[in-house]
């Protein structure tokens, strides 16, 4: 149910730090994070939020104090239960590890051009 394809990294940065709030008109954007522990959340913390996990649980605060979120991202305990959201509902957006199983039930985003795997894509770990 996501209207897009392809986000540069900036864009995706944008998602998930709350800027961008709809996919298109009627269309709001559902982040879904991992929970605490996870490599995913750890990814997500070094490389998108670029914060530590106290930080971002202020900045969701904040968010939701400032009014500019409604209430704090769903989370989930897994990649399979992340992408069984995902695949049930709509206009949610999530990051799993690239192996993780069922991964081709749901739409995977492009980022910089790149899906995971090919030479380029931004989202890997140095």
Do not use: C
Not at 7 to 23: I, P, T
Not at 43 to 59: A, I, K, P, T
Request: charged residues 25%; hydrophobic residues 45%; aromatic residues 8%.
């Amino acid at each position: 149910g996501v209207p897009v394809d392809d986000l540069s990294l900036d864009e995706l940065r944008r998602v998930f730090l709350f800027k961008r709030g709809v996919w298109r008109p009627g269309q709001p954007v559902n982040v879904m994070l991992p929970d605490s522990g996870l490599p995913a959340r750890g990814f997500l913390l070094r490389h998108v939020y670029r914060m530590s996990e106290q930080d971002l649980r202020r900045f969701i605060l904040e968010r939701i104090f400032q009014a500019e979120i409604d209430f704090a991202p769903k989370v989930v305990g897994s990649d399979a239960e992340a992408l069984a959201f995902v695949k049930a509902g709509r206009s949610l957006i999530t990051l799993v590890s690239a192996g993780a199983p069922r991964l081709a039930q749901v739409k995977v985003l492009r980022i910089d051009g790149k899906l995971p795997r090919q030479a380029g894509y931004p989202l890997v770990d140095k």
